[in-house]
Each structure stands twice: as C-alpha cells, then as structure tokens.
C-alpha cells in the first residue's frame, strides 16, 4: 500500500442511506467505474474498502457505495476523510491531459493567487506544460496529475499547488 495517491475527499453523503459524495480530480468520468477499491485515511491508517457501486454526479463528484459502509451512520463516520487510491489505478483513469487550455487562469493554491493565463501548452518529453506571463517572463508551468487540484472548464481556471520556488527558476 505504499503507491497509494491521493484521489478526493468524502463531502457529503447523498440522499438516503449509505451512498456518499466523493470530490476528486483529474479523472476521466468514463473511466472511474475502473475504480474497484479506495483507501480512507482513519486513525493515520488507510483503510481499504472495496467500491460497490460508482457513478458521476457532476464533473469530479462521484457518488460511491462502499462495502461494509451500509447505514446513514456508519456514512457519518467517515465523512469529510480523504481518499486514496493506487497510483497505478489513478494513472488508468488519469484524465488526459489534450485539452487545449490557452486562454485559462493558472491559480495557485499555495499562494491564493492568480499566476496569469495561459498562452501556450506544450507536451515535452513525457510531460505537459502550460505556458505562462509573469513579471514580462516566460515561465513554464508543468500540468501534471500531482499538481492539479481542479480544472473548471466553464471558468476557464486550472487549480493547483505550484512548488516553492518554481516560479523564481530562470
């Protein structure tokens, strides 16, 4: 269990009984019924269970039942945990970066701040990058699953944790 990433977090449960509302990103929603086991942080330990049932809500929110999660109260007890899932599962339902984003806002979580817009993308040697304008430079920015926290296509706005220190490379 050591290849484990993080896929989303429990926010809700939904309607009645012992479907939850799991958020999550980068996923290709074609693909998430691939997902047959998720792993929920409890007491510093990832507790596997194993996925019943799986169906998109609304683009990354998926509504989940879980094994050995059958009433509203055993929903309660889980709810607001982060979820995990194994990488090589997340790399099959990955959603593909081959979305032209020119023109979409680059906000960083870290910093609560908008780095500017993208002018250009770019697949370079096994990874994608985003092009932006800061401070009259050129800067490349990598678009990868680790990184991304959300993509709103109707906002036009990527979200993600930009590491220290990346935007001060020359």
Known sequence: MNDLIPFGKIVNHYKFGNEIIVQHRNVNEKKISALRFVFILLHQQHIPYKVLSIRTRYEGESIVVLDCIPTYEAVKKILKKEVFIEQHIAKQIAEKVEKDFFGYALYDENTNAVLGTITNTEHLASQFL????????????????????????????????????????E
């Open 130 to 169: 985003a092009t932006i304008q800061v401070n009259q430079k050129e800067v490349f920015i990598p678009l990868h699953q680790n990184l991304i926290t959300q993509i709103n296509h109707e906002k036009k706005i990527i979200t993600m944790k930009v590491p220290h220190g990346l935007l001060e490379l």
